[in-house]
T-cell receptor
Framework: AQKITQTQPGMFVQEKEAVTLDCTYD???????LFWYKQPSSGEMIFLIY????DQQNATEGRYSLNFQKARKSANLVISASQLGDSAMYFC?????????????WGAGTKLIIKP | DAMVIQNPRYQVTQFGKPVTLSCSQT?????MYWYQQKSSQAPKLLFH???????NEADTPDNFQSRRPNTSFCFLDIRSPGLGDAAMYLC???????????????FGPGTRLTVL
């Protein structure tokens, strides 16, 4: 079974609009962390935001926020006021507390294209 | 600035000709990872080092080897590249403790390998 599911292979969004990228996860571990990474066409993977399973508040970092709904096992990334430079692949990833191997479990990614 | 550096950015090799990709870091992180990423896919972990301890993923082909001579450097050796090994190779680092779920990985810019 997929542990990280990103249901949107691709999205087109008008510049300056807000965009929500979906991510659902599956784990029985009560202790886990959720990450979002951005990968522009140049290839480097850029960390955006982190949410821990015990965090009481949704994480925010500038224009990025994470809509964490624990009961639904979803961790959607919200980008406010999108910019042309936001065009990239976006990956959701999870790390489980019981995994001493330090692995990140990755979703398949969403390709976001911002239209001028 | 502290960073993860990968050389070369682009590597072309011939079918069956050994190739070495290098990664260095100035972050003084104890964990280093090598990922393989094919077009429009999520990164796939090949192996990682926790300090000097090498951890190979179960499905990483024997064709892929790694060396970590010191904290700063890590190498990926592909002994006999096949056409299917053409991909982006990403190096990442993290500072990890056994109880640290917040495992932000810092990525290098990647090396894009072409096999002719």
């Amino acid at each position: 079974a997929q542990k990280i599911t990103q249901t949107q292979p691709g999205m087109f969004v008008q510049e300056k609009e807000a965009v929500t990228l979906d991510c659902t996860y599956d784990t029985s571990d009560p202790s886990y962390g959720l990450f979002w990474y951005k990968q522009p066409s140049s290839g480097e993977m850029i960390f955006l935001i982190y949410q821990g399973s015990y965090d009481q508040q949704n994480a925010t970092e500038g224009r990025y926020s994470l809509n964490f709904q624990k009961a639904r096992k979803s961790a959607n990334l919200v980008i406010s006021a999108s910019q042309l430079g936001d065009s990239a692949m976006y990956f959701c990833a999870m790390r489980e507390g019981r995994d001493s191997n330090y692995q990140l479990i990755w979703g398949a990614g969403t390709k976001l294209i911002i239209k001028p | 600035d502290a960073m993860v550096i990968q050389n070369p950015r682009y590597q072309v090799t011939q079918f069956g000709k050994p190739v070495t990709l290098s990664c260095s870091q100035t972050l003084n992180h104890n964990v280093m990872y090598w990922y393989q990423q094919k077009s429009s896919q999520a990164p796939k972990l090949l192996f990682h080092y926790y300090d000097k301890d090498f951890n190979n993923e179960a499905d990483t082909p024997d064709n892929f080897q790694s060396r970590r001579p010191n904290t700063s450097f890590c190498f990926l050796d592909i002994r006999s590249p096949g056409l299917g090994d053409a991909a982006m190779y990403l190096c990442a680092t993290s500072r990890d403790g056994l109880s640290n779920l917040y495992n932000e990985q810092f990525f290098g810019p990647g090396t894009r390998l072409t096999v002719l």
